[in-house]
Nanobody
Framework: QVYLAESGGGLVQPGGSLQLSCVVN????????VGWFRQAPGKDREIVGS????????AYGDSMKGRLTISRDNAKNTLYLQMGSLKPEDTAIYYC????????????????WGKGILVTVSS
């Protein structure tokens, strides 16, 4: 059974850094995008960024551009989200997600979702 397991969330102070991980089990990520969305309380789910698993090309949403890096470890089927200069408005549940390469990385086309992990930015 396919499942995505996020880890690394928690409480971080403003200006701090945090790395999230997502292990994807029982699924080949060839010809797929893997990435992150986030949803803050009372707000819509928004894209954080994604990576084409084959090429390694990345695309980032506007909300955190310049403050994040998405990377992957092919051997471990693991996705990473490195975030820096965190702000209180980055507080959200972060979701790992997978979609097929022929689709746009958008919530409507996601094939598999992780359960989400909470990131809280607060002093």
């Amino acid at each position: 059974q396919v499942y995505l397991a996020e880890s690394g969330g928690g409480l971080v102070q403003p200006g701090g850094s945090l790395q999230l991980s997502c292990v994807v089990n029982e699924l080949s990520l060839s010809r797929r995008y893997v990435g992150w969305f986030r949803q803050a309380p009372g707000k819509d789910r928004e894209i954080v960024g994604s990576i084409n698993w084959n090429s390694g090309n990345t695309a980032y949403g506007d909300s955190m551009k310049g403050r994040l890096t998405i990377s992957r470890d092919n051997a471990k089927n693991t996705l990473y989200l490195q975030m820096g200069s965190l702000k209180p408005e980055d507080t959200a549940i972060y979701y790992c997600a997978v979609c097929r390469e022929r689709y746009t990385f958008h919530p409507n086309y996601i094939e598999y979702w992780g359960k989400g992990i909470l990131v809280t930015v607060s002093s």
